[in-house]
């Protein structure tokens, strides 16, 4: 055995004076890195099992009813001890809980995310036929890159409300056997052109046609005879017209399950990680969670790829309704426990990424497996369009996360002026109540398929399962 040198008095002064990022598998037991790798099997059956917010809602409506939760429609009765789900449209919902705690003074703890993510959508009036093809025109839904969405396999999913208002869901690409889908690319070959062009407009928006058949219908005197056949599909499986596409949301979502990734299993490949990497651990920490005095809500919202908006995005004002609702039926003026309460927004940020150094300060930047990333701040061009959190939360959230051992880093999206963005913390901030962002480091954030580590997404589900206990 090599002897254990003793500690000079700088390397003393080091330790306790310098900050330095720690890796999650380097300072976590064996247990605790082997729950690690079980909770990531939870989020990867989680992740195959909703590709939009539609069936994420679903999916998480499905954990909550398990977990012994009802649903609350807004104006129900209320008291201490409820667990209930609010589904709002089927595209967001919030799943909560009311704790014997003064909601006056403590307030309500909310953990939010979203649940959509960016895709290609099929527009209203779609479907063609052209040279023995037969395609649905889209219309691209967040901000993607588009060459990467072409020459991969893709699946359909969404809903058709046919003539007489019947809903029909549709879910094709997924299943072992099931048919995929497909957009065209241009050969090697043939595209010197295309490769001279800036990457962003190698393919334009209107080249994302998905390819939907091939077979033409067997009559002599039917011109489009492979739209036709299509159709005929369509109509035998979901009682569909073409009629019917103009009130249908379809969405071409790729058809990869979430795998392991690397040797060691540490990371997962998966579409959607943006954000439903957040939204499972939201999810599950107030599902877990035993406690009976805090007030705790898991808000998993529709629409912020676009920009948070409509009546099911974070900028819509029933969630706010929500937290009066709450409030009245328990006797609480909603002003008071709005001030008193408190938020860990949690959406992606991105990882540094060596391939790329260029765009990242790395000081500032989410180092992979290093926990879960809190961003003070968010936006573009000089913190423009941030809700910045204050110092004294930050420092809360802070103190909490060291009392409980919870892996974590500061991240800030990128170098100063290199881009930016911005997510659903400051329409949380706006009610009046302290917010911060947290969420887990992503690398090809929207591309068809994001990694992450697993150890960021344990860290956290550590973090909001502190956070609401
Ligand atoms: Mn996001
Ligand atoms: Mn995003």
């Not at 957009?183 to 080249?207: C, M, T, V, W, Y």
């Not at 969405?251 to 990734?261: G, K, L, M, N, T």
């Not at 997404?457 to 550590?462: C, F, G, L």
Request: some cysteine; charged content about 25%.
């Amino acid at each position: 055995m090599a002897e254990e040198k003793e500690k000079t008095q700088g390397q003393l002064l080091e330790e306790k004076l310098l900050y330095k990022k720690k890796n999650f598998f380097e300072i976590s037991s064996k247990e605790e890195i082997d729950q690690m790798y079980e909770y990531a099997k939870g989020y990867m059956a989680y992740l195959d099992a909703g590709k939009t917010e539609r069936e994420a809602v679903a999916v998480a409506i499905e954990m909550a009813k398990k977990a012994g939760y009802t649903e609350y429609k807004l104006g129900d009765a209320l008291k201490a001890g409820d667990k209930k789900y609010f589904n709002n449209r089927d595209k967001s919902v919030a799943v909560f809980k009311l704790g014997t705690n003064d909601l006056e003074k403590d307030g309500v703890r909310i953990v939010a995310a979203h649940v959509d993510a960016p895709r290609i959508d099929i527009k209203q009036n779609p479907l063609y036929e052209d040279s023995g093809m037969c395609f649905l025109k889209t219309h691209y839904y967040g901000g993607i890159k588009k060459y990467q969405w072409t020459a991969i396999p893709l699946a359909l999913h969404g809903v058709v409300v046919l003539a007489d208002g019947t809903r029909k869901e549709v879910k094709v690409g997924d299943q072992p056997g099931d048919p995929v889908f497909y957009i065209n690319d241009i050969l090697p070959h043939l595209g010197r052109e295309q490769a001279q062009k800036p990457l962003g407009q190698a393919i334009a928006g209107e080249d994302l046609n998905v390819l939907v058949g091939g077979l033409p219908y067997a009559d002599e005197n039917v011109k489009e005879k492979i739209k036709l056949s299509v159709l005929s599909i369509l109509n035998e499986k979901y009682g569909m017209t073409e009629e019917d596409f103009l009130s249908a949301e379809l969405s071409a979502v790729p058809a990869f399950d979430a795998r392991d990734v690397g040797f060691d299993r540490a990371l997962i490949g998966a579409y959607g990680h943006d954000d439903r990497v957040c939204s499972y651990p939201a999810l599950t920490a107030v599902l877990d969670d035993n406690g009976t005095e805090r007030t705790s809500i898991c808000l998993l919202v529709d629409k912020e790829e676009i920009g948070s908006e409509g009546n099911t995005g974070a900028q819509c004002d029933v969630y706010n309704d929500l937290i009066t609702c709450i409030s009245k039926a328990l006797g609480c003026n909603e002003i008071k426990v709005r001030a008193a309460s408190k938020c860990l927004s949690s959406d992606v940020t991105a990882c540094y990424d060596p391939n790329f150094a260029g765009v990242f300060e790395k000081k500032n930047s989410a180092i992979l497996s290093c926990g879960t990333a809190m961003c003070k701040f968010t936006g573009s061009g000089g913190k423009g369009g941030s809700s910045d959190a204050s110092a004294e939360f930050v420092g809360e959230v802070r103190k909490l996360f060291a009392e409980n051992n919870v892996c974590w880093q500061t991240s800030e999206l990128g170098r100063v002026d290199a881009g930016g963005g911005g997510t659903i913390a400051k329409y949380v901030a706006k009610l009046n109540i302290d917010t911060v962002d947290m969420g887990v480091p992503v690398i090809s954030m929207h591309a068809p398929y994001e990694l992450v580590s697993k150890a960021d997404v344990y860290s956290t589900y550590k973090a909001f399962a502190v956070f609401v206990k």
